[in-house]
């Protein structure tokens, strides 16, 4: 019965018509903890990005596509929400202008100037509930620790998935996934485990520790 808003695939940030920038993220993971979420009786809205997998069954999907699009719509459902995951791939930045026509190729190199977006895993730490849940993905190459733990603290986040992306079988579209999960007291390193069950180790971590917290206050 809780409400988890759960945030997967990536986002397209439009050049002109014919053109994005995006990221080589596939859903796969976030349709895997929607999937769970559900199947143990959580009310899960998931906001996706474009991706080619089948919604899973009693998941409210909405399908967005830029990085401002995702910002709109986990504003709108994460008021409300219990735990928020985001394993969305957000795109960082995004071109200042789109050109309506189609951008014709000339003989010069081209150009082409980006402005940020806003960080939406931070504006949902910033306006957390006490009673609220976030957590949120970190991507890396190199410190992924160090870095994430930076991500946890700046962010005001419950948890961080951590994921390091040169280790094989980790990372975009594989089936299989090598976490680390990250909170304020522990650092998790588990095996190399397909996305099913990770999404199933992520929920379990997030209930262990809404469970902790509970006791806390009632202490
Ligand atoms: N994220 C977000 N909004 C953005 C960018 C990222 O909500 N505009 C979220 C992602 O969904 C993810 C987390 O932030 O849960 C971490 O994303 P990541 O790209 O690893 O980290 P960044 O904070 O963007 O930092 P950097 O790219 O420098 O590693």
Redesign the pocket.
């Known amino acids: 019965g809780k409400k988890f808003v759960i ?1 997967a695939g990536p986002t397209r940030e439009a050049i002109d018509p014919v053109r994005f920038i995006s990221y080589r993220s596939t859903g796969k993971m976030g349709y895997a903890l929607a999937k769970r979420a559900a199947l143990r009786g959580a009310d899960v809205v998931l906001i996706s990005g474009p991706v080619s997998i089948a919604p899973p069954d009693n998941v409210k999907v909405v399908n967005i596509e830029s ?1 401002e699009d995702m910002f709109n719509a986990v504003v709108k459902e994460s008021e409300d929400a219990d735990v928020i995951i ?7 930045y995004r071109p200042v202008t789109v050109s309506d026509e189609k951008i014709k190729k000339s003989d010069s190199s081209m150009t082409l100037e980006l402005e940020k ?5 931070k504006y949902l730490g910033e306006h957390k509930r006490k009673d609220q849940f976030l957590c ?5 190459t190199e410190n992924m620790i160090q ?1 994430s733990r930076e ?1 946890l603290k700046k962010k005001n986040v419950d948890m961080i998935v951590a994921n390091n992306l040169k280790q094989a079988g980790a990372g975009f579209g594989t089936d299989t996934n090598i976490i680390t999960l990250i909170t304020e007291k522990q650092t998790k390193q588990l095996e190399l485990m397909t996305k099913e069950e990770a999404a199933k180790q992520i929920l379990d971590e997030i209930l262990r520790c809404q469970e902790e917290h509970k006791k806390e206050e009632n202490e």
């Open positions: 945030t990085a985001k394993s969305a791939a957000v795109a960082d977006t806003d960080d939406i895993l949120g993905f970190s991507m890396e870095n991500k």
